[in-house]
């Protein structure tokens, strides 16, 4: 719609609104703010944290050891569901802080015209019908219709995740048209590069693009992580398993064994007390905890920690492209001079880099054409570049005059001594309508020219002959910036033409066809040199790698190519709104470059790969990636040029905005997870062992080899000693080398369900075996129990050495060396062993008796024999060529 009937449409004078129809609009449209959701109480927050399978079962485990009176071990398994709902509690409420941080984003004042006066009012207060007027520097407040613009450029990159400001005209547009080429829009929350403006509010609070954004990130829900789907999903079989389990032990013992009531409704308390793995959710959380802090250490900050182990789960990283693989700072990197085309090494705004034509490198001091083409992208520049020590080169001004002048830096140029020797005495700014800047110079002896640097279709017409006075040859030179363009350069053309001596003013008639062209400048957000490294590690891990971007096609395609990715068929925001669902799954299959996608589109996207069975990690820095990265299996973002949007939705904040972080991130989260199961790998048999004991004592009538109250004490110091010990386990090798797990597979795998049964047998074997060659020396019950215990120890001692290693040989010099933290839990838990052995007090609350060396040479041998046959199963495995679990 043309502006003025945009401004009939909202009835809308040209001196602006009324104080009384402003004071209505607000009334009738409400306040220019995201509405926030209303507050949810402590208590609604905390009390789902304990909707949780294996929390029942612990609960269970509580209320069976308060009925045995055990009331200091049923204090320490609720000690470790309130740890958990903790943790729960305070990573509650993502959502609420993502749209708080959306909400943030809305400028806070704003300059309108009302009554025919410039009044500077509360941004919230603007209504649809206001006319605002922009300039450099300022925040737009509002989603705005522009009816006038000077010079107006905007940059976009937080919304559109376009690398450079735009260009604003106030032509209308197709309603249809993508919203990065709506060029007549000025839209909420993005930031005036450079010109000033008027604008017509058309949408303000919710129903702005921002708004709509924030809308999106409410409406997605969080998704659970694999391990808290798989730890669910173990919960729930476990607990089946021990009720049936308690209630056939029951019946047999009652109806068969003709057991008394309560001898045997205390034996299957000590079977469920037994199988339950109590230590299990305290011992998952050190581990997610210590990878935290692993991670931190390479700059990478968790919100929630079940997102460890997720990065080492996901099958696909969808990245944006703009601050997260490339700088998000424009580099000159190819000047195609009328003789020559030279390469420019080096990237982003450092003036570190030269020029090399065909692999030679050029002094850019005395070679001419170059120099002539650097002084004029020096001079003819608004820009500022200033070296900060903590952040590097930065660029005051818009980014593409930014790197002009590095390039006019690295040819040898001194900004000052270049602008001393040719002073500029008028200009003529950017204007889209004429599609260039021109200065005008002279030099101390009275010579003027004029410096001419725009796009190079419109700096073509105004050019008679480029270098020494050469015939101008248009076809050659498109024929260049076409090849520019294939690789997804932004060119821009430079130029110069002397004028009369003693020019001081610069006309737009003075702009004609008389020029000489000096050049073509390609520039581009470059892809930083780690990311490139970073994709190729991801893609040997077995991880697909897709961008997803609002840039053009041609430049993200270009991108691609240097990173390593598929850049063939490139899927467009307007193919996806074409593509059904079903249709859009198939595509998202064979694509790995997305370009001018919107946040639906990145959001369909997502949503389209993970019903393809995939686990997805996004990655990205603007307000329009939020709500695909909270719908996203993990949401990665850019902790220090992200916004604070993008950051509030994120499970992990990258603090250096280095995308190769994720590589070393994926690479913790596989080691968390082998952790975790080599946890499981460790505490099942010890659960299974203790319950087979039970089991076996009760089916054949024999008196039980430990008690409850026993088994609860091996259950608590073995999970603070040797289960904690491999929380600190390092990498084993190769783990990178792996295809990442299949989303649906289980928690327990074939293999390791057969490894926690091979060791649960021999630990029942081991346990019965000293609990009845001690009976039949004449031993009491008392000194057989201990025994007992003793045995479940020590082979829980040397098993714990065969955890360390999936398949690997546990007999080699680093299996002592390689965890700092196990041999010292191994000399804790033999300490308390022979407390509980020899220490009065303890004989007589867990009636415990000591024991002879005899007994102890029979312990140590079934130990060392226990160990042997462990390592003799993983023997077979590595011949079957079996790496993990």
């Known amino acids: 719609m043309p502006g003025a009937e945009a401004q009939t449409a909202l009835r809308v004078e040209p001196t602006g609104l009324s104080a009384w129809q402003a004071a209505q609009r607000l009334a009738q449209h409400g306040p220019n703010r995201l509405p926030a959701p209303p507050p949810r109480g402590a208590w609604r927050r905390l009390l789902p944290q304990f909707h949780n399978p294996l929390i029942y079962v612990l609960l269970a485990a509580a209320a069976m050891t308060v009925a045995l009176q055990d009331y200091v071990d049923a204090g320490v398994i609720v000690g470790v569901v309130l740890i958990n709902a903790l943790i729960g509690f305070i990573q509650e409420g993502k959502a609420e802080k993502a749209l708080e941080a959306v909400r943030a984003m809305l400028a806070s004042r704003a300059t309108v015209l009302r009554d025919g006066e410039r009044h500077e009012i509360d941004a919230t207060t603007l209504v649809p019908g206001d006319l605002v007027l922009l300039e450099s520097g300022t925040r737009v407040p509002a989603d705005l219709r522009l009816l006038r613009v000077k010079n107006l450029r905007i940059n976009e990159a937080a919304l559109t995740g376009e690398s450079v400001p735009v260009d604003k005209a106030i032509a209308p547009v197709a309603a249809a048209t993508a919203i990065g080429e709506r060029h007549c829009m000025a839209y909420s929350g993005t930031v005036v590069s450079t010109g000033q403006a008027h604008g017509l509010v058309v949408a303000t ?102 997102a460890v182990e997720t990065l080492g789960s996901v099958t696909v990283i969808c990245t944006d492209k703009t601050g997260t693989l490339t700088r998000n700072e424009m580099t000159a990197v190819r000047v195609m001079l009328p003789d020559a085309t030279l390469e420019v090494s080096g990237a982003g705004y450092a003036p570190e880099g030269g020029f090399q034509h065909h692999g030679a490198a050029i002094d850019g001091t005395r070679h001419a054409p170059l120099l002539a083409l650097a002084q004029a992208a020096l001079r003819c520049n608004d820009a500022r570049l200033r070296s900060d020590p903590t952040s590097g080169w930065q660029v005051a001004g818009d980014p593409t005059e ?40 002279h030099d101390h002896a009275g010579h003027a020219f004029v410096l001419l640097k725009g796009a190079p279709e419109r700096v073509l017409t105004l050019c008679a002959s480029a270098g020494d006075r050469i015939p101008l040859d248009p076809a050659a030179w498109q024929a260049r910036m076409d090849e520019a363009a294939r690789a997804g350069l932004r060119v821009l053309a430079l130029a110069r033409c002397d004028m009369p001596p003693g020019t001081h003013a610069l006309n737009m008639s003075d702009i004609t066809r008389r020029f000489t062209l000096l050049g073509l400048v390609g520039l581009i957000d470059p892809p930083r040199d780690e990311a490139i490294q970073a994709v190729a590690d991801c893609q040997r891990a077995g991880l697909r790698v897709k961008m997803i971007t609002g840039d053009h096609a041609v430049t993200a395609a270009a991108i691609a190519h240097r990173l390593g990715l598929s850049d063939s068929a490139p899927l467009t925001g307007a193919d996806i709104e074409t ?49 695909a990265l909270k719908a996203a299996d993990i949401g990665v973002a850019m902790g220090h040029k992200g916004t604070d949007a993008a950051r509030e939705a994120a499970d992990l904040i990258l603090t250096d905005d280095n995308f190769a972080t994720i590589a070393q991130a994926v690479r913790e989260g596989r080691v968390v997870f082998d952790n975790i199961k080599k946890s499981l790998l460790f505490i099942l048999p010890t659960n299974g062992g203790e319950a087979g004991v039970i089991l076996l004592a009760v089916f054949a009538g024999l008196a039980l080899p430990v008690t409850a109250g026993q088994i609860l004490w091996v259950n608590m110091v073995t999970t603070i000693t040797l289960a904690l010990a491999l929380a600190f386990e390092p990498a084993e090798a190769g783990v990178m080398e792996r295809p990442p797990r299949r989303p649906g597979e289980a928690l327990v795998t074939g293999l390791l369900a057969g ?108 130990g060392a024999g226990k160990f042997v046959a462990v390592e003799g199963e993983k023997a077979v495995l590595r011949r079957l060529r079996v790496r993990t679990m």
């Not at 140029?413 to 021109?438: G, N």
């Not at 196990?822 to 008796?849: G, K």
């Open 205 to 306: 609070g919710q129903t702005t693009e921002i708004g709509r954004i924030g809308a999106l990130v409410g409406e997605v829900r969080t998704l659970a992580t694999p391990l808290t789907r798989r730890l669910d999903q173990f919960a729930r079989r476990i607990t089946a398993f021990i009720l049936v389990l308690g209630a056939l032990t029951l019946l047999y013992g009652y109806a068969v064994r003709d057991m008394p009531l309560l001898e045997i409704f205390l034996a299957v308390v000590g079977l469920a007390v037994a199988a339950i793995p109590e230590g299990l959710p305290a011992i998952v959380t050190i581990v997610l905890a210590i990878g935290t802090r692993v991670m931190a250490r390479n700059r990478a900050i968790i919100r929630r920690l079940p």
């Open 579 to 627: 593509l059904d669902d079903t249709a859009l799954r198939q595509r998202v299959r064979h694509t790995d470059v997305f370009a001018r996608a919107s946040p639906e589109h990145k959001l369909r996207l997502v949503v389209a790969l993970q019903a393809e069975g995939e686990l997805v990690a996004m990655t990205g820095d603007g307000v329009n990636d939020a709500p």
């Open 755 to 862: 490894r926690i049964a091979y060791v649960t047998l021999l630990m029942v074997v081991a346990t019965f075996t000293v609990f009845e060659w001690v009976l039949s020396r004449g031993g009491s019950l008392e000194a057989a129990r201990t025994a007992a215990v003793n045995m479940l120890v020590i082979g829980e001692l040397v098993y714990l050495f065969n955890t360390r290693r999936f398949t690997a040989s546990a007999c080699t010099r680093d299996i002592l060396t390689g965890n700092p933290v196990a041999l010292p839990m191994c000399v804790l838990l033999i300490a308390l062993q022979l407390l509980l052995t020899y220490a009065p007090p303890m004989q007589r609350l867990f009636h415990t008796e000591a024991l002879d060396a005899a007994t102890w040479a029979v312990i140590l041998a079934l």
């Open 402 to 441: 930014g790197a002009l002048l590095t390039l006019a830096l690295k040819a040898g140029l001194d900004h000052d001594d270049c602008t001393a020797a040719a002073p500029r005495v008028d200009e003529i700014p950017f204007e889209s309508e004429h599609r260039y800047m021109a200065t005008l110079h």
